[in-house]
């Protein structure tokens, strides 16, 4: 079955720090992923995308890449602000057929002044 | 375009209490989703539809738990009799039938507290 991992948290840092949390998946075919943020006492709402091999996906100054061959999809900011603390699902979901997503267990991110 | 939208925001009722959350998904969006956060055991899919059928409700936790969607414009899930470790924050969610590109769109979720 599908399956997400993501780097476990939480994870401090400074403003200004360059971000990495780690999502690596396991899918039967060729998903679409996704990065979701949770800001507190807020649903999910979607923050980058990407629908093939390759595509990279970004928003907000956040980017991720759909690796195939290493069957991941980073996140990666290069300064991160106070105000992206928050907390990030990564989520599969097949192309066809299945409507469900699979997320990750959530990374919480804490930026400090 | 309003978004996903739950009610209430907060539920505190007492043990033995019925509890019914309800969502309004996005107009247009033929499958919704009902999911489950804590602490303890993160984002549970709890049940989806897609057209209003129920496709897949094996994260129902127990009988105690059930969902329906009469239209496609509302769905509710009730817990009969609610238990303190219902407590969570429960979330609706909807994207179009079929597109699996397409991401999900969530509510702000009710809070449920049971004592």
């Known amino acids: 079955g599908n399956s997400v991992t993501q780097m476990e948290g939480p994870v401090t840092l400074s403003e200004e720090a360059f971000l990495t949390i780690n999502c690596t998946y396991t899918?039967?075919?060729?998903?679409?992923l996704f990065w979701y943020v949770q800001y507190p006492g807020e649903g999910l709402q979607l923050l980058l995308k990407?629908?093939?091999?390759?595509d990279k996906g970004s928003n907000k100054g956040f980017e991720a890449t759909y690796r195939k061959e290493t069957t991941s999809f980073h996140l990666e900011k290069g300064s991160v602000q106070v105000s992206d603390s928050a907390v990030y699902f990564c989520a599969l979901s097949e192309n066809f057929g299945n409507e469900k997503l699979t997320f990750g267990t959530g990374t919480r991110l804490t930026i400090i002044p | 375009d309003a978004g996903v939208i739950q009610s209430p925001r907060h539920e505190v009722t007492e043990m033995g209490q019925e509890v019914t959350l309800r969502c309004k998904p996005i107009s247009g969006h033929n499958s919704l989703f009902w999911y489950r956060q804590t602490m303890m055991r993160g984002l549970e899919l709890l049940i989806y539809f897609n057209n209003n059928v129920p496709i897949d409700d094996s994260g129902m936790p127990e009988d105690r738990f059930s969902a329906k969607m009469p239209n496609a414009s509302f769905s509710t899930l009730k817990i009969q009799p609610s238990e303190p470790r219902d407590s969570a924050v429960y979330f609706c969610?909807?994207?179009?039938?079929?597109?699996?590109?397409?991401?999900?769109?969530f509510g702000n979720g009710t809070r449920l507290t049971v004592t």
């Open positions: 969610a909807s994207r179009p039938t079929g597109e699996g590109n397409s991401p999900l769109h």
């Open positions: 990407a629908t093939k091999a390759d």
């Open positions: 899918a039967t075919g060729y998903p679409s």
